[in-house]
């Protein structure tokens, strides 16, 4: 099958032409909530699966922590294609990379987004422009607060979450995410909710 303008994008960058696997996501794509970090390491180059390494080990404990699984959620990155030495994204990277992303949002339709970290937390804060990036709040100061977006066109709760792997180093961090999660799980079920009323 041929490919679509967004990934051929995406495999005219250099972390691609020399990646193992272009990691496209995992989890349900009829999910209400999406969870989006920030480029794929090594254990996911090599398996073509998101968060499947340390990072992703944990994510799956904190998420098991609060009742959610891979069913109820789809988990993607920022980058589609392992950065060497998982160095950051570059900005020529974010630019054709996200237009994959933003392909696959439209066709999920999330009600909420939680962005892990701050790659993933200033690229829709900035809402996907990428001038607008490098001037948005970190995710110290924005995590846990819900901000409702208006993403290409589509409503959505933008709520911005430690990156899983900054836990591991971090212990601190943990009660924060816990926090956090609680509020996401209340977004869910009023968007749940809602869906029932109409
Ligand atoms: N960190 C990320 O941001 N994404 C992955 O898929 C793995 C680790």
């Known amino acids: 099958m041929e490919d679509c ?24 794509e009829n999910a209400d909530i999406l969870f989006v970090g920030e480029a794929p390491g090594k254990n996911e180059d090599e398996q073509g699966i998101p968060f499947v390494g ?19 959620i789809y988990v993607t990155n920022i980058l589609k294609c392992r950065p060497p030495l998982n160095r950051d994204p570059l900005p020529d990277e974010v630019k054709m990379h996200t237009p994959y992303l933003v392909k696959q949002i439209k066709e999920m339709k999330p009600k909420v987004i939680c962005s892990l970290g701050n790659h993933a937390t200033k690229f829709f804060l900035a809402l996907g422009d990428l001038e607008k990036i490098n001037s948005q709040q970190g995710i110290t100061s924005v995590h846990g607060k819900v901000k409702e977006i208006n993403f290409y066109g589509m409503e959505i709760k933008l709520i911005p979450l430690f990156h899983p792997a900054a836990i591991i180093y971090n212990r601190n961090l943990l009660g924060e995410w816990e926090k956090d999660m609680e ?7 009023e968007t749940k909710e809602q869906r029932k009323l109409f």
Do not use: H
């Open 183 to 189: 509020i996401v799980k209340k977004e869910v079920r």
């Open 54 to 72: 340390a990072a992703g080990k944990n994510l799956d404990k904190l998420l098991e922590k609060v009742g959610l699984s891979l069913q109820d």
């Open 5 to 28: 303008p967004e990934l051929k994008l995406i495999r005219q960058t250099e972390i691609c032409k020399n990646c193992t696997n272009i990691v496209f996501g995992k989890g349900n």
